[in-house]
């Protein structure tokens, strides 16, 4: 019944291996997000996707490559990890009937992600 | 771009009693969206409550209730009979009307306690 799922739950790695987040949603959105939120709890978007386009790409290094196999999912690939992207990391969906519409997005439980 | 503020790190406030936490934001446009998110310990991202900012009529949930004033680019959000499952981070968030504007840009957030 989870409306948008992440896994893992909680991912810790080494600095400089890749690892994949996974986001699915099962309430037919064609609108999904990946946000960044930080240590001081502050969120930012970080890519959108419509309908598996790429609509927002908000200045995030080219390490972080996001996937959109269909519009029921949304992973997250990162390449070298460092220490500094540490966080934890939000998938969103939302259905846009009409462009700007405002729906609102619903947040996956997170996926808490440290690097040593 | 636009931005939001939560002036109040922390807030307090007694079980039963009423709580308004502060929101401002900074926009040139007249026609966006404006989110009130809760986030417990347990990270998940609640919908609290939201605002089109068209309408004059404040909204309401239950015991969730905001004060919008357009013109000041205020945006309050009042809780009512507080109980301690409200206990949480509060993110006021705006999200713009027009079709490049689909991420939300989120507040730093309120941490508010509630006191039994």
């Known amino acids: 019944d989870t409306a948008v799922s992440q896994t893992p739950k909680y991912l810790v790695t080494q600095m400089g291996n890749d690892k994949s987040i996974k986001c699915e949603q099962n309430?037919?959105?064609?609108?999904m997000y990946w946000y960044k939120q930080d240590s001081k709890k502050f969120l930012k978007i970080m890519f959108s996707?419509?309908?598996?386009?790429l609509i927002i790409n908000e200045t995030v290094p080219n390490r972080f490559s996001p996937k959109s196999p269909d519009k029921a999912h949304l992973n997250l690939h990162i390449n070298s990890l460092e220490l500094g992207d540490s966080a934890v990391y939000f998938c969103?969906?939302?259905?846009?009937?009409?462009w700007g519409a405002g729906e609102t997005q619903y947040f996956g439980p997170g996926t808490r992600l440290l690097v040593l | 771009a636009q931005t939001v503020t939560q002036s109040q790190p922390e807030m307090s406030v007694q079980e039963a009693e009423t709580v308004t936490l502060s929101c401002t934001y900074d926009?040139?446009?007249?026609?966006?969206?404006l989110f009130w998110y809760k986030q417990p310990p347990s990270r998940q991202m609640i919908l609290v409550i939201r605002?089109?900012?068209?309408?004059?009529q404040n909204a309401t949930e239950n015991r969730f209730s905001v004060n919008f004033q357009k013109a000041a680019k205020s945006f309050s959000l009042k809780i009512s009979d507080s109980q301690l499952g409200d206990a949480a981070m509060y993110f006021c968030?705006?999200?713009?009307?027009?079709?490049?504007?689909?991420?939300?840009?989120f507040g730093t957030g309120t941490r508010l306690a509630v006191r039994p």
């Open positions: 969103a969906s939302s259905q846009a009937r009409t």
């Open positions: 309430l037919g959105h064609d609108t």
């Open positions: 996707y419509n309908n598996k386009e």
């Open positions: 926009t040139s446009e007249s026609d966006y969206y």
């Open positions: 605002q089109e900012a068209y309408k004059q």
């Open positions: 968030a705006y999200r713009s009307a027009k079709s490049s504007g689909d991420k939300l840009t």
